[in-house]
């Protein structure tokens, strides 16, 4: 592969961001399958690390490594975009180790400390913000967040206004600048238990079916142009569809959650239309990368970033599409809602629509990165075999916890007499949960065979001379 060197170079410090994700998502799997192990040996590792922390320190590893993972993607893709260096490379580094060293000290704190005493040590009697799914984070972590990524925001928009501006960096901020705005419901935490679950989902459903979406599309996009050689005037049309279907559909499809919460019952009506429609903008995604590998004007030297692309549109649709529409629909979430289909749902949607882009955008820059336009041939194979081992994985974990979810419904919640007790039930599933801790398994060793191919070097089959149609693209 012939060397390159960055035109920006201020897109290096994307390359702490990247390293810091995925050094974050391996602990994420560990601890995923420490929880997956504790549902069958209920005692494991207790009262070291009990279930509640475990599944504490797992959620939250998974959005802050996301987070990273964006932002490492903001860095390498809005100075490109934008035709202009970063706005300042140095609040970019600093902002880094805050991130990275809040995020470590909160997950000490979880592991080494009660939480009731962590609440207490951290001002929570000041401001309660603690204890809710997904945001446990202690006060003084959520300050932090906000600050970070009010710094963040400030680096890549003063970048954007001194350079080009194109669709995708207007979608880019867009789904940032929406993502820190809707985080600021977390510091909402009224006495009303419905207000309270209404302002919770505002931030957890507005995020990963939000302006999320938005980040998700903007960096598709952007890959699949580097990659492709389709022209910008074809993808930025698509991307514009896509997002505008997002947010329709995304935004009214809040009501899904607003079922059973006690808010007025035209939710049902509401959520359950537009929660129908939801796989539709993940659909015209899957229907966009495909066309835009078979319009290409080039082979790219990087096919496993083409692969990822690609393969983040399907199991996108699969996952955040397909699986939340299997039990969207009001008169199916009241006996599916909490359910091991719940879990087999976010499990796939997490995995296809946000943890392959990340990968993909990994995939694409970290060897302009390192200073080379495509990663060897033998480190590619390698990249491509963890793509299969890990949504195979996923797959098995996936077909699983529906199996479980289905059998859990069918005991415990459809009987109107002698319904199973909850632990009861949970007997009854142990076969789904070992078939998912071989999925999870399977999985980690996929992550470990991607990690294991920034380390393989070039071998005699990279001599070969770059195919004339790549030379001149």
């Known amino acids: 592969m012939k060397p390159v060197t960055l035109k920006y170079p201020s897109q290096a410090v994307a390359k702490l961001y990247f390293i810091g994700a995925l050094a974050l998502f391996v602990g994420q799997i560990v601890f995923g399958i420490t929880l997956g192990l504790q549902y069958l040996i209920g005692d494991l590792m207790f009262p070291l690390i009990p279930f509640n922390i475990a599944r504490m320190v797992h959620t939250n590893l998974l959005i802050v490594w996301l987070l990273m993972g964006f932002m490492g993607s903001a860095y390498y893709l809005v100075p490109e975009e934008a035709e202009t260096d970063l706005f300042s490379p140095l609040l970019a580094k600093v902002l880094f180790w805050v991130f990275l060293a809040a995020g470590a000290l909160t997950i000490l704190g979880y592991l080494l400390v009660p939480y009731a005493t962590l609440a207490e040590m951290t001002g929570n009697n000041l401001l309660a913000t603690m204890g809710r799914e997904f945001l446990e984070q202690p006060l003084p972590t959520k300050l932090g967040i906000v600050v970070v990524a009010l710094a963040f925001l400030f680096n890549i928009s003063m970048t954007v206004l001194k350079g080009r501006k194109t669709a995708i960096t207007l979608v880019l901020l867009m789904g940032l600048w929406g993502l820190a705005i809707m985080f600021l419901f977390s510091f909402v935490n009224p006495s009303n238990l419905v207000r309270d679950k209404m302002y919770w989902w505002f931030v957890v459903h507005l995020w990963v079916e939000g302006t999320w979406e938005l980040i998700l599309g903007a960096l598709l996009a952007f890959v699949l142009i580097k990659t492709t050689g389709v022209d910008r005037e074809v993808i930025d049309k698509w991307l514009y569809m896509i997002i ?222 770059v195919p004339a149609q790549a030379q001149t693209a």
Request: aromatic content about 16%.
């Open 244 to 465: 505008t279907m997002a947010l329709v559909t995304g935004i009214l499809g809040t009501g899904h959650h607003f079922f059973f919460i006690g808010l007025p019952g035209y939710w049902q009506w509401i959520g359950s239309i537009f929660s129908a429609l939801e796989p539709v903008p993940f659909f015209m995604m899957t229907l966009f990368a495909f066309n835009m590998v078979q319009r290409r004007r080039r082979e790219h030297p990087n096919q496993a970033a083409v692969l990822w692309a690609v393969g983040c549109a399907v199991m996108g649709f699969l996952g955040a599409g397909l699986w939340g529409f299997i039990h969207t629909l009001s008169p199916v979430n009241y006996y599916t809602h909490g359910s091991q289909i719940t879990a087999a749902h976010g499990h796939l949607a997490f995995y296809g629509a946000y943890v392959l882009v990340v990968i993909a955008m990994i995939s694409y820059a970290m060897p302009l990165l390192r200073g080379r336009e495509a990663n060897p041939r033998r480190a590619q194979s390698v990249e491509m075999w963890s793509f299969w081992i890990m949504t195979i994985g996923m797959g098995v974990m996936v077909l699983a916890l529906t199996g479980a979810g289905i059998l859990q419904v069918w005991l415990q919640r459809m009987p109107s007499e002698n319904a199973m007790s909850f632990m009861a039930t949970q007997d009854q599933l142990r076969f789904f949960y070992w078939v998912r801790m071989v999925g999870g398994v399977g999985f980690l060793v996929g992550l470990l065979s991607y990690l294991s191919s920034f380390f393989i070097g070039a071998g005699a089959e990279d001599a070969a001379p």
